[in-house]
Structures are given as structure tokens and as C-alpha cells.
């Protein structure tokens, strides 16, 4: 079965980096977008990134808190999805989830709802002190 396991998160002071990352198994993701989110306390699951498994193509959630200082990337030959985090600040903290959504049609579309995507992984936590 499909299966993303993140990890890479942690805890670090602002101003710094990390980079999480989602191994992917249990099939071909060639027709898929690998997206990453986040879940602060008390609030909603947000979308962050996504990027299509074959032609790397990359959408960012229009956000002054994502643009700029996240990168999302994937090495095929790993089967692994990135995301770079830099500058990091507290309100970064949150865990951050990798998802799966299949691309309908095999066409690429942008898609930031949650409920979209197919298959999720177990989250890891980052946590930037101040």
C-alpha cells in the first residue's frame, strides 16, 4: 500500500533552516502531485507546496509566510519529495504533513484543499523557538 513517511523536523531557533522530507512507496507516483501542508495548534491544516512527480513542476500556497523561504523539490531516483525551509520564525511551528493527490485526467492542475489528495503521511513536527 501506499505509504509517505516524513522526517526531518525538529526543533530549531529562528532564523534557521530545515529540510523534511517524504519518502514515498506502494506505487508508481508518475501521474501524481506530492504536496506538503501544515497544522499549528488550534488551527486548520494548510496547504504549502506542491509539485508534480514527473516534470517537477512547483506551486506554492500564495502566502508572505510561505513565498520566498520554503522550496519544494523531489529526487526521483530516491522517491523522496523535499521541502526546504529557511528563515525560519515561531509561527512556522506546526506539524507538517506530505500528501499524495493523483493528477486527473494525467493533466496537472494546482490544488491547495485538503481534501483532494488521496494519501497522507503521519507528520512531523518542527518547532522554532524564539
Known amino acids: 500500500q501506499v505509504q509517505l513517511v516524513e522526517s526531518g523536523g525538529g526543533l530549531v531557533q529562528a532564523g534557521g533552516s530545515l529540510r523534511l522530507s517524504c519518502a514515498a512507496s506502494?506505487?508508481?507516483?508518475?501521474?501524481?502531485?506530492m504536496g506538503w501542508f501544515r497544522q499549528a495548534p488550534g488551527k486548520e491544516r494548510e496547504f504549502v507546496a506542491h509539485i508534480t512527480w514527473n516534470e517537477g513542476i512547483t506551486y506554492y500556497a500564495d502566502s508572505p509566510s510561505v513565498v520566498g523561504r520554503f522550496t519544494i523539490s523531489r529526487d526521483l531516483a530516491r522517491s523522496t519529495v523535499y521541502l526546504r525551509m529557511s528563515s525560519l520564525r515561531p509561527e512556522d511551528t506546526a506539524v507538517y504533513y506530505c500528501?499524495?493527490?493523483?493528477?486527473?485526467?494525467?493533466?496537472?492542475?494546482?490544488?491547495?484543499?485538503?481534501?483532494?489528495?488521496?494519501?497522507w503521511g503521519q507528520g512531523t513536527q518542527v518547532t522554532v523557538s524564539s
Open positions: 500528501a499524495a493527490r493523483r493528477l486527473s485526467g494525467g493533466y496537472y492542475s494546482t490544488e491547495v484543499r485538503t481534501q483532494a489528495y488521496d494519501y
Open positions: 506502494g506505487r508508481t507516483f508518475g501521474n501524481y502531485a
